[in-house]
């Protein structure tokens, strides 16, 4: 195939530009009249060695007029033409798979020859980028080489008005950044209100680059559009000083008990000193003296032991014990807090089964069996035993998110606090990330604990996972320098296989071995110490490092040393990607989060080659092997030298909690290791890869729930947005209106007459309080009928009696009328369902105590609320349906009720302001993308019960929503 697609390349030189633009067209032209999707795929594979050397021939043409033009404000000179390799690359995206090609390999070139390809469908083409700055830089860069072949393109930045978005959408192929194109999609379909306010415009074809990093990293994190939640609960304020006293209780605690085994461990009783200090793990892991013992071998290796021995099945009950010796005891790994006995007596001593939650179904159960009950009070104890369940799981929550708050959650470590509010710091790049917050109280907690003010909790308004924006794309591909050691989740979840294309020249790259010490400290010395010997030669150095703390220590250190050098925390991606460029300048030394400059080419200086190239330097393992050998690939591109050696410490988080520490501490001994010494061997390496490899399984394992989940929705919202959209095209809304009164009358009539005591007066109440038809038990006859019949009857009258209403009025007014009154149907209730969907994912895993698989219990349940949800939609529409045509006044009334954002995309004098977010829009991003929870096992620790809302209901004393300018009480509330 490539000597297929060079050939005609070959043959392409003898034609004109004119000529090589042609084709463009005439494939365009054709393609457009093949209507059959499947058919047209078909063809594009027929033509993809032409397209591809017409793009290769373009390429070439342009290099040879050394064309230049302008790519972000900078001059830049066309100088690239496709090698085979990238071909093959190309081949691959357009067959919708992952395209492993390794750093420096130009993989921004590779997708020009697929976009080129899928983009001749007129369809639409999407490339997906990490960040605003590449989407920009990748547009311009490559828009030289589609401008020539006749193609337009697009690039989508956050600050654009959704008039410009559409355009860039218009493009036969479209740059952005995932969560633009996500945040499109939400604001198009869930809160767009007609087709032209809509900016997409369908989704075809998409090469998501850097895709590790979008579908694995950023797994946990979907988008959310939100607004602040109509109410909270909770009582932070409240608990914090008692909890502030309980923590220090068990610092108290710890303390006492880790001298305790001190002195222990001092008389040679090792068994004794690890027990107590596995004591001091489970109450309080990040203890100091703990901490340091865990820098001793034989203490680290009884404290191991003393854990092991413990989780073992026949010490179950010591191990509670041992808990119950603690006030409460904190899991790290799993994020978890638990009260013991003690705790709760101290919290309430009164009554400490304030802080259990109350058997419910035995409750139930019992109530039930109860013979002296009526069925009434029956209901009104179940209810009241709910709602004392409800108040018990609210207080449980609270304090464990304090108690998770106060012990593993580290000022400057995972948050930072500025200018009032706690900010997190994204875990994965070391960046911080104003606006986003932790989920299900957890953030309030942390800001109680800072003593900043406590925030609203937010409510979701709309939300989608990247996953599964994704997978709307009728053919998706994606490309990265790192994708092989993931590829049974790519396969598994997204169906993406991954084909590894070799390099363009063979990799000259040096690994060196890990270098291991004891502590941290030892370990930055002789970080400081390579970097000071790279330099001292001229040799350039990259430093990775995995947050923005050890960037900044580093850099502190290396100011000491005065050691020149540049820090890059991803904050400032164009700055950064300049930065970067010049990273391989002779005696340059740059630090940077592994985040920071992703996408930017690192060119060696003159001379830098001979001196052994790029040097990079990782200063932790990742817990994701992915992520270094990604900042390994920064080096020896496109076969320049180059080598890479990464430092670890038995301090390191990955080390500490899931290092193979026995047998670490076992080589440790062997080797007698001093102070500053270190350690160094190939199957050392084997074993951190070992302890990463763990930590990718539990990771994926948590991924794969969370999109389980999010599967149940994600059906959901396939449907609720479809009707969406097609209320919002259709030319005849009314016969949407009559669908909905198709259905919804004959549900409501078995309602009240297919029971054993059919209720006709409460059927004729419904009516005349929905319809305007003045039944009468006499002019109605329903006993005289089946209820099929009935039905017939009913909808006879209800349509005839519209149709009278809105004869009188101007029918364009009526149409755009009809459609807003079921989208609002549709919005109203679908926030709240939202919710409700959240509460009932977080409720189920207390049910997971119950024995019951948590999936399952919130597949069914969500089946059932959604069930409700539509058929309160119609419902919702029925009723609006007569109070808001009768008159002008009503119209007004009507749209006032209508969420803000829905007003002002109407009103004509606010034309620019037409896409609902932008009532947010002078925030970034990460204000929209609230993290769902972002800690381990998102919703596992929770224990919410769900709430169940009633819907809002209009006061005795407010005006009547039918607008009739009465009060509520004294019009239709006279009867409801
Ligand atoms: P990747 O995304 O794969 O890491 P880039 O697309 O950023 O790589 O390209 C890396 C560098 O390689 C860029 O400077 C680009 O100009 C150069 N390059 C890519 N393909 C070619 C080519 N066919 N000929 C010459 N230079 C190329
Ligand atoms: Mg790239």
Same mark, same amino acid.
């Given at each position: 195939?490539?000597?297929?697609?060079?050939?005609?390349?070959?043959?392409?030189?003898?034609?004109?530009?004119?000529?090589?633009?042609?084709?463009?067209?005439?494939?365009?032209?054709?393609?457009?009249?093949?209507?059959?999707?499947?058919?047209?795929?078909?063809?594009?594979?027929?033509?993809?060695?032409?397209?591809?050397?017409?793009?290769?021939?373009?390429? *070439?043409?342009?290099?040879?007029?050394?064309?230049?033009?302008?790519?972000?404000?900078?001059?830049?000179?066309?100088?690239?033409?496709?090698?085979?390799?990238?071909?093959?690359?190309?081949?691959?995206?357009?067959?919708?798979?992952?395209?492993?090609?390794?750093?420096?390999?130009?993989?921004?070139?590779?997708?020009?020859?697929?976009?080129?390809?899928?983009?001749?469908?007129?369809?639409?083409?999407?490339?997906?980028?990490?960040?605003?700055?590449?989407?920009?830089?990748?547009?311009?860069?490559?828009?030289?080489?589609?401008?020539?072949?006749?193609?337009?393109?697009?690039?989508?930045?956050?600050?654009?008005?959704?008039?410009?978005?559409?355009?860039?959408?218009? =493009?036969?192929?479209?740059?952005?950044?995932?969560?633009?194109?996500?945040?499109?999609?939400?604001?198009?379909?869930?809160?767009?209100?007609?087709?032209?306010?809509?900016?997409?415009?369908?989704?075809?074809?998409?090469?998501?680059?850097?895709?590790?990093?979008?579908?694995?990293?950023?797994?946990?994190?979907?988008?959310?559009?939100?607004?602040?939640?109509?109410?909270?609960?909770?009582?932070?304020? #409240?608990?914090?000083?008692?909890?502030?006293?309980?923590?220090?209780?068990?610092?108290?605690? =710890?303390?006492?008990?880790?001298?305790?085994?001190? &002195?222990?461990?001092? !008389?040679?009783?090792?068994?004794?000193?690890?027990?107590?200090?596995?004591?001091?793990?489970?109450? !309080?892991?990040?203890?100091?003296?703990?901490?340091?013992?865990?820098?001793?071998?034989?203490?680290?290796?009884?404290?191991?032991?003393?854990?092991?021995?413990?989780?073992?099945?026949?010490?179950?009950?010591?191990?509670?014990?041992?808990?119950?010796?603690?006030?409460?005891?904190?899991?790290?790994?799993?994020?978890?807090?638990?009260?013991?006995?003690?705790?709760?007596?101290?919290?309430?001593?009164?009554?400490?089964?304030?802080?259990?939650?109350?058997?419910?179904?035995?409750?139930?159960?019992?109530?039930?069996?109860?013979?002296?009950?009526?069925?009434?009070?029956?209901?009104?104890?179940?209810?009241?035993?709910?709602?004392?369940?409800?108040?018990?799981?609210?207080?449980?929550?609270?304090?464990?998110?304090?108690?998770?708050?106060?012990?593993?959650?580290?000022?400057?470590?995972?948050?930072?606090?500025?200018?009032? #509010?706690?900010?997190?710091?994204?875990?994965?790049?070391?960046?911080?990330?104003?606006?986003?917050?932790?989920?299900?109280?957890?953030?309030?907690?942390?800001?109680?604990?800072?003593?900043?003010?406590?925030?609203?909790?937010?409510?979701?308004?709309?939300?989608?996972?990247?996953?599964?924006?994704?997978?709307?794309?009728?053919?998706?591909?994606?490309?990265?320098?790192?994708? &092989?050691?993931?590829?049974?989740?790519?396969?598994?979840? %997204?169906?993406?296989?991954?084909?590894?294309?070799?390099?363009?020249?063979?990799?000259?790259?040096?690994?060196?071995?890990?270098?291991?010490?004891?502590?941290?400290?030892?370990?930055?010395?002789?970080?400081?110490?390579?970097?000071?010997?790279?330099?001292?030669?001229?040799?350039?150095?990259?430093?990775?490092?995995?947050?923005?703390?050890?960037?900044?220590?580093?850099?502190?250190?290396?100011?000491?040393?005065?050691?020149?050098?540049?820090?890059?925390?991803?904050?400032?991606?164009?700055?950064?990607?300049?930065?970067?460029?010049?990273?391989?300048?002779?005696?340059?030394?740059?630090?940077?989060?592994?985040?920071?400059?992703?996408?930017?080419?690192?060119?060696?200086?003159?001379?830098?080659?001979?001196?052994?190239?790029?040097?990079?330097?990782?200063?932790?393992?990742?817990?994701?092997?992915?992520?270094?050998?990604?900042?390994?690939?920064?080096?020896?591109?496109?076969?320049?030298?180059?080598?890479?050696?990464?430092?670890?410490?038995?301090?390191?988080?990955?080390?500490?909690?899931?290092?193979?520490?026995?047998?670490?501490?076992?080589?440790?001994?062997?080797?007698?290791?001093?102070?500053?010494?270190?350690?160094?061997?190939?199957?050392?390496?084997?074993?951190?890869?070992?302890?990463?490899?763990?930590?990718?399984?539990?990771?994926?394992?948590?991924?794969?729930?969370?999109?389980?989940?999010?599967?149940?929705?994600?059906? !959901?919202?396939?449907?609720?947005?479809?009707?969406?959209?097609?209320?919002?095209?259709?030319?005849?809304?009314?016969?949407?209106?009559?669908?909905?009164?198709?259905?919804?009358?004959?549900?409501?009539?078995? &309602?009240?007459?297919?029971?054993?005591?059919?209720?006709?007066?409460?059927?004729?109440?419904?009516?005349?309080?929905?319809?305007?038809?003045?039944?009468?038990?006499?002019?109605?006859?329903?006993?005289?009928?089946?209820?099929?019949?009935?039905?017939?009857?009913?909808?006879?009258?209800?349509?005839?009696?519209?149709?009278? $209403?809105?004869?009188?009025?101007?029918?364009?007014?009526?149409?755009?009328?009809?459609? %807003?009154?079921?989208?609002?149907?549709?919005?109203?209730?679908?926030?709240?369902?939202?919710?409700?969907?959240?509460?009932?994912?977080?409720?189920?895993?207390?049910?997971?105590?119950?024995?019951?698989?948590?999936?399952? &219990?919130?597949?069914?349940?969500?089946?059932?609320?959604?069930?409700?949800?539509?058929?309160?939609? $119609?419902?919702?529409?029925?009723?609006?349906?007569?109070?808001?045509?009768?008159?002008?006044?009503?119209?007004?009334?009507?749209?006032?009720?209508?969420?803000?954002?829905?007003? *002002?995309?109407?009103?004509?004098?606010?034309?620019?302001?037409?896409?609902?977010?932008?009532?947010?829009?002078?925030?970034?991003?990460?204000?929209?993308?609230?993290?769902?929870?972002?800690?381990?096992?998102?919703?596992?620790?929770?224990?919410?019960?769900?709430?169940?809302?009633?819907?809002?209901?209009?006061?005795?004393?407010?005006?009547?929503? =039918?607008?009739?300018?009465?009060?509520?009480?004294?019009? =239709?509330?006279?009867?409801?």
């Amino acid at each position: 195939m490539v000597r297929r697609i060079n050939e005609l390349d070959e043959q392409f030189k003898s034609l004109s530009d004119d000529a090589l633009r042609a084709k463009t067209a005439a494939w365009k032209e054709e393609l457009s009249k093949i209507s059959d999707p499947e058919e047209q795929w078909n063809r594009l594979d027929e033509i993809l060695p032409e397209a591809f050397a017409a793009v290769k021939n373009a390429a *070439r043409r342009l290099k040879e007029r050394r064309h230049s033009f302008s790519v972000c404000d900078q001059p830049m000179t066309w100088d690239m033409v496709h090698f085979d390799v990238q071909l093959v690359g190309g081949m691959v995206l357009h067959r919708g798979r992952i395209a492993e090609m390794a750093t420096g390999e130009g993989k921004t070139l590779v997708a020009t020859l697929p976009l080129y390809l899928n983009a001749l469908t007129g369809r639409g083409a999407h490339l997906v980028t990490v960040n605003d700055y590449l989407a920009r830089r990748d547009a311009e860069w490559m828009g030289a080489l589609y401008n020539f072949l006749g193609l337009t393109v697009g690039c989508i930045q956050h600050d654009q008005e959704p008039d410009v978005r559409r355009q860039q959408y218009a =493009c036969d192929i479209t740059y952005g950044t995932n969560s633009e194109f996500g945040f499109d999609y939400l604001r198009d379909n869930g809160m767009a209100t007609t087709r032209e306010q809509q900016v997409q415009r369908g989704y075809h074809y998409a090469i998501v680059d850097e895709v590790d990093s979008i579908l694995i990293d950023e797994a946990r994190t979907p988008l959310i559009i939100s607004g602040p939640a109509t109410i909270s609960t909770h009582q932070y304020d #409240k608990w914090k000083p008692l909890i502030e006293q309980l923590v220090r209780k068990q610092t108290m605690l =710890c303390n006492r008990v880790a001298s305790e085994a001190a &002195e222990k461990f001092e !008389q040679g009783d090792v068994e004794t000193g690890g027990r107590l200090m596995f004591k001091v793990k489970l109450g !309080q892991p990040r203890n100091k003296q703990l901490l340091r013992m865990m820098e001793d071998p034989d203490k680290r290796r009884a404290i191991d032991k003393a854990e092991l021995s413990f989780y073992t099945d026949t010490r179950k009950e010591e191990l509670f014990a041992l808990k119950e010796e603690l006030f409460f005891t904190i899991d790290e790994k799993s994020n978890e807090a638990d009260l013991s006995e003690q705790g709760r007596t101290f919290l309430n001593p009164d009554d400490p089964n304030a802080f259990v939650l109350p058997d419910l179904i035995n409750e139930f159960t019992e109530i039930d069996l109860d013979t002296t009950l009526s069925d009434e009070e029956k209901d009104k104890r179940k209810s009241e035993r709910q709602q004392h369940c409800d108040e018990q799981a609210e207080r449980i929550h609270n304090i464990s998110n304090l108690l998770r708050a106060y012990c593993v959650f580290d000022k400057d470590v995972q948050y930072v606090v500025e200018e009032n #509010k706690v900010v997190i710091v994204d875990e994965f790049t070391g960046r911080k990330m104003p606006g986003r917050r932790w989920s299900d109280g957890l953030h309030q907690a942390v800001e109680a604990k800072e003593g900043v003010q406590i925030d609203r909790e937010t409510q979701t308004l709309a939300t989608i996972t990247i996953q599964n924006y994704f997978r709307l794309y009728q053919k998706l591909a994606g490309m990265t320098g790192t994708a &092989e050691t993931e590829a049974a989740e790519f396969h598994d979840i %997204y169906k993406l296989d991954v084909n590894v294309i070799p390099t363009n020249r063979p990799v000259a790259r040096k690994d060196h071995n890990d270098r291991i010490y004891k502590t941290r400290r030892e370990k930055y010395n002789a970080v400081i110490n390579e970097i000071r010997e790279h330099h001292t030669k001229q040799q350039p150095v990259l430093v990775g490092t995995v947050s923005v703390e050890a960037s900044e220590l580093l850099s502190r250190m290396l100011k000491r040393e005065k050691i020149p050098h540049n820090v890059l925390n991803a904050k400032f991606h164009m700055q950064e990607a300049e930065i970067v460029a010049r990273a391989g300048q002779p005696g340059t030394v740059t630090i940077s989060t592994n985040m920071a400059g992703r996408g930017t080419d690192i060119k060696l200086g003159q001379g830098v080659p001979e001196l052994g190239g790029l040097f990079v330097l990782g200063t932790e393992r990742h817990e994701a092997r992915r992520i270094d050998r990604q900042l390994r690939g920064r080096c020896a591109r496109q076969g320049d030298p180059g080598g890479s050696r990464f430092y670890v410490s038995f301090e390191d988080d990955l080390m500490r909690n899931f290092g193979a520490a026995d047998r670490m501490t076992k080589i440790m001994e062997r080797f007698g290791l001093e102070e500053g010494q270190e350690l160094e061997h190939r199957w050392l390496n084997k074993s951190v890869e070992t302890a990463q490899k763990r930590v990718e399984q539990r990771n994926y394992l948590i991924r794969k729930r969370t999109l389980d989940f999010d599967d149940v929705m994600n059906m !959901q919202r396939e449907v609720v947005y479809t009707y969406r959209n097609e209320v919002i095209d259709s030319e005849e809304p009314r016969t949407l209106i009559y669908e909905v009164i198709d259905e919804a009358v004959p549900a409501k009539l078995k &309602e009240y007459l297919e029971v054993d005591e059919p209720n006709y007066a409460g059927l004729i109440h419904w009516v005349n309080t929905t319809f305007p038809l003045g039944l009468t038990k006499d002019k109605a006859q329903f006993e005289t009928r089946t209820v099929d019949e009935n039905a017939q009857f009913l909808i006879g009258k209800v349509k005839e009696a519209y149709e009278r $209403k809105s004869s009188h009025e101007e029918p364009s007014a009526v149409k755009s009328l009809e459609r %807003y009154i079921i989208l609002n149907a549709i919005d109203r209730l679908w926030q709240e369902h939202l919710y409700a969907m959240d509460a009932l994912r977080e409720g189920v895993y207390l049910r997971g105590y119950a024995q019951k698989d948590p999936l399952i &219990e919130y597949k069914t349940e969500a089946y059932d609320m959604f069930v409700e949800l539509m058929a309160n939609i $119609k419902n919702e529409v029925l009723h609006n349906l007569f109070r808001s045509t009768s008159n002008l006044q009503a119209f007004e009334n009507f749209l006032a009720s209508l969420p803000q954002f829905l007003l *002002r995309e109407d009103a004509p004098t606010a034309r620019t302001a037409s896409a609902p977010a932008r009532v947010r829009q002078p925030q970034p991003v990460g204000a929209m993308a609230g993290v769902a929870m972002d800690g381990d096992g998102a919703g596992e620790m929770s224990i919410d019960l769900p709430v169940r809302r009633s819907l809002p209901k209009v006061g005795r004393n407010e005006p009547c929503p =039918c607008g009739s300018g009465k009060k509520y009480k004294n019009c =239709c509330g006279r009867t409801a």
